[in-house]
């Protein structure tokens, strides 16, 4: 049924309109053209911004599953009441975990070679609960314990060291002198993967006692880390953290730590975004070529039609309304098209390695990840649905300030 902004007879004439099969017109192959080329730009639209959501929920789910969400730093951390404030941080609702660590640069040796590090003492048990136990690709947490460390695949393969082997481990200062270098042997308890080339390469965690001692920081903690139910929306946290933590605490959360990083990941999706929505203005735009021609072929029924009482408003409404329903049908199409795609992505993906022995797995993902977000897909229907109607009002108008007289006159 037609909107209550057209009457019955608008509808009907505009989807008559549509279907002439004249050898003169060819509406109707243009209408089919059009309505494909909107069905494809927005299907494209929403497949690949539904993949670019997911690589980037990937990509940064792992990231902060090797990093804090939020940081607390400050005189707090170290007074005599910190163990409170601990307990305290921990009962804040939507926190899943705070935990103490230490971190420092360091040179990490084996009988190869050595190579630069970045070592962080946390105890195994703020580990398991960031979910690094699962990244394990050699050894276990459960020998993550005194004269033990976990170290990154690329720090592992820089050093040809593996679960089990010895790696020296050397820092500048200590308890003694904070002039001299440390020097220590450890036992590799594991190899993790992050799949982050950072992290994999310059990580080493060892507990906090022993992390302490080799930095010479005695009973203090450099940081408490803190992990949400809610990373992405670390910034409504921020409040009760610091209600939490006292004035004389500093709060600091991941978007902020790593701005250049969320930075680019928001102006690329951003950038795809706007580049994917001008392909769909480009095919909404087939559709002026259609009504134009629509217009001109039938110049004498806009002539009758004026002569008999119809109104500008009711031509207009026609010629809109013929152009709505292309545009409306490819978008719908390109809807349910896209949501396909994105729902059956994984069985997709394997006919297509089948089919032409090509492998789309990459960054250790077995297959693409993909996240259909609804906000982000009614705007992508609302947008192309307002470029088709916007580029149909243009020959519809037109349409409307055509006048019998010069209608018929080559009739």
Request: proline share 3%.
């Amino acid at each position: 049924m037609p909107g209550f902004l057209f009457k019955g007879w608008e509808f009907d004439l505009a989807v008559r309109y549509l279907r002439t099969k004249r050898k003169n017109g060819g509406i109707a192959l243009i209408a089919i053209l059009s309505y494909v080329g909107v069905a494809l730009a927005v299907t494209a639209l929403i497949a690949v911004m539904s993949v670019m959501n997911g690589f980037q929920g990937e990509i940064m789910g792992r990231f902060l599953v090797f990093n804090s969400h939020a940081d607390i730093t400050g005189p707090a951390i170290n007074n005599s009441g910190r163990d409170i404030l601990l307990a305290r941080i921990r009962t804040v609702p939507g926190v899943m975990d705070a935990a103490p660590y230490v971190e420092s640069s360091a040179l990490a040796e084996s009988s190869l070679t050595g190579v630069p590090v970045f070592i962080r003492g946390g105890e195994a048990e703020s580990l398991k609960s960031a979910g690094i136990g699962g990244d394990l690709i050699a050894g276990s947490l459960d020998d993550y314990m005194n004269d033990s460390v976990l170290i990154g695949e690329g720090v592992a393969d820089s050093l040809g060291l593996r679960a089990g082997d010895q790696i020296v481990l050397t820092v500048a200062g200590g308890q003694s002198d904070a002039l001299a270098a440390v020097r220590r042997p450890y036992t590799v308890a594991g190899v993790f993967s992050s799949k982050v080339a950072k992290i994999d390469q310059t990580y080493i965690y060892m507990p906090l006692p022993e992390a302490q001692d080799l930095l010479g920081k005695g009973n203090r903690w450099d940081v408490i880390e803190i992990r949400v139910r809610s990373p992405y929306h670390i910034e409504r946290f921020a409040p009760r953290l610091k209600a939490a933590a006292g004035k004389s605490a500093r709060i600091e959360d991941w978007k902020h730590r790593d701005s250049v990083v969320w930075g680019a990941l928001k102006f690329e999706a951003a950038a795809m975004r706007a580049i994917l929505f001008f392909v769909t203005v480009i095919a909404a735009m087939n559709i002026v070529s259609g009504i134009v021609m629509l217009v001109k072929n039938k110049a004498r029924d806009i002539a009758i039609l004026r002569t008999i009482g119809a109104g500008k408003g009711a031509v207009t409404r026609i010629f809109l309304l013929a152009g709505v329903l292309v545009g409306g049908a490819g978008t719908l199409t390109g809807l349910v098209a896209g949501a396909t795609i994105v729902t059956f992505i994984y069985p997709l993906q394997r006919g297509l390695e089948t089919l032409f022995h090509f492998s789309f797995a990459m960054g250790g993902m077995a297959y693409l990840p993909a996240s259909l977000h609804i906000g982000e897909t009614l705007a992508v229907i609302l947008g192309a649905f307002v470029a088709t109607s916007l580029c149909t009002l243009i020959p519809a108008l037109a349409a409307a300030r055509l006048e019998p007289v010069d209608a018929l006159r080559y009739e």
